[in-house]
């Protein structure tokens, strides 16, 4: 070490040994000023030298740092020049990081190289809102320490991981983040045009996302994911509209519809009247019981997003295009499929014959058993 170190070696000595809170802050400064002049150029040897040092002048000004205004913010300048140093002596930057002042942990715990992910989750874990928004805001973040952050439930946090592209999430915790969303829409939106969130999550964020979440969203859709979202949003929203998720009872249904077949009151007529008025149970048991199916088979091609499937027991059925199309549209609660929906679902009908339906039908019941 140059004689100027060793000056400044002694200084420390002298400053601790007195106790002068004015001379331990002038001295930190200067030793801070002095390693950050060299910094790059220290080996592991002088950098381990200064972490002595500068973590005993740092605990004796934090002594005083709870009534002394000036020693806090000296502590704060030091956190603020010490962060984006890499080679910071790191027992000072773990001081500097667990300190309860967020204005003197924020800038190491936002920015220092220095502090690895097994102390990055102990602070998660273990600190307040602040200093966990201050950790969720580092560029680079690996899962562990998202899921230690998420683990919080602070939503403040969730919405600065959400917006940080260098933070890897989870599928758990996505799960957390997304389940806030639903009340949330800054973080909706936030989290929606993540290109990492698992599809799975993106849909049921959409299904409980309001209309101007879900515009917000397309708006900032990057190019590449654009259509993803966009069709995600067509999927919830016939599936909000649908009956499809209701927990329903079919066996007076089947009940009913045996007791109509008996008497021979069964036919497409009756099927007609039952999708028109959007009588779901009966509508799924009479095409079973009309196409030779059961309503094992016809409810999963019901809740369906894609109508190809319901048109085979349809078919199969000869069921005309009138009553096939009611059939199609009682799958929603209200509304009514788009024109070029039914106009393309009308031409595959066409195209459809009858013993390649019944043929597709009977290999269905086959695997339903």
């Not at 984006?84 to 000072?92: G, L, N």
Request: charged share 25%; with cysteine.
């Amino acid at each position: 070490m140059s004689t100027a170190e060793f000056s400044i070696i002694d200084e420390v000595e002298s400053a601790i040994r007195l106790g002068s809170a004015e001379k331990g802050l002038e001295t930190a400064r200067r030793v801070t000023d002095l390693f950050l002049s060299s910094a790059g150029s220290f080996g592991n040897e002088q950098i381990a030298l200064f972490d002595d040092v500068l973590e005993r002048l740092i605990g004796t000004i934090e002594l005083r740092a709870i009534a002394d205004m000036g020693a806090r913010v000296a502590l704060a300048e030091i956190s603020a020049q010490l962060a984006p140093i890499a080679q910071a002596p790191p027992s000072v930057i773990r001081r500097l990081a667990n300190n309860d002042e967020i204005r003197i942990a924020g800038p190491v715990l936002q920015e220092s190289a220095r502090l690895d992910d097994g102390e990055l989750v102990k602070i998660a874990s273990s600190k307040g809102e602040s200093h966990l928004l201050a950790v969720a805001g580092r560029w680079w973040l690996k899962e562990i320490v998202t899921d230690a952050l998420l683990a919080r439930r602070y939503p403040s946090v969730s919405r600065r991981l959400a917006a940080n592209p260098g933070a890897r999430v989870s599928g758990n915790g996505f799960a957390v983040i997304v389940g806030q969303a639903e009340a949330d829409p800054e973080l909706a939106v936030s989290v929606g045009v993540r290109v990492d969130l698992p599809s799975d999550l993106r849909r049921r964020l959409l299904r409980s996302a309001t209309d101007t979440v879900r515009t917000r969203l397309l708006s900032r859709a990057p190019p590449h994911l654009f259509e993803e979202i966009q069709g995600a949003i067509a999927a919830v929203t016939v599936g909000v509209e649908r009956e499809m998720s209701a927990v329903r009872d079919f066996e007076g249904a089947k009940r009913a519809i045996a007791n109509l077949k008996a008497t021979g009151q069964l036919t497409e007529a009756t099927l007609l009247g039952f999708a028109t008025q959007r009588r779901y149970e009966e509508t799924v048991a009479a095409l079973a019981a009309l196409s030779g199916s059961t309503v094992e088979v016809i409810r999963p091609l019901m809740q369906s997003l894609r109508e190809d499937g319901l048109l085979v027991p349809c078919k199969a059925a000869q069921l005309s295009w009138e009553t096939t199309a009611a059939v199609l549209e009682s799958r929603f609660a209200t509304g009514a499929m788009k024109p070029a929906d039914i106009a393309r679902a009308k031409s595959n009908y066409a195209r459809m014959t009858s013993e390649n339906a019944r043929r597709t039908l009977r290999f269905w019941q086959v695997r339903a058993l």
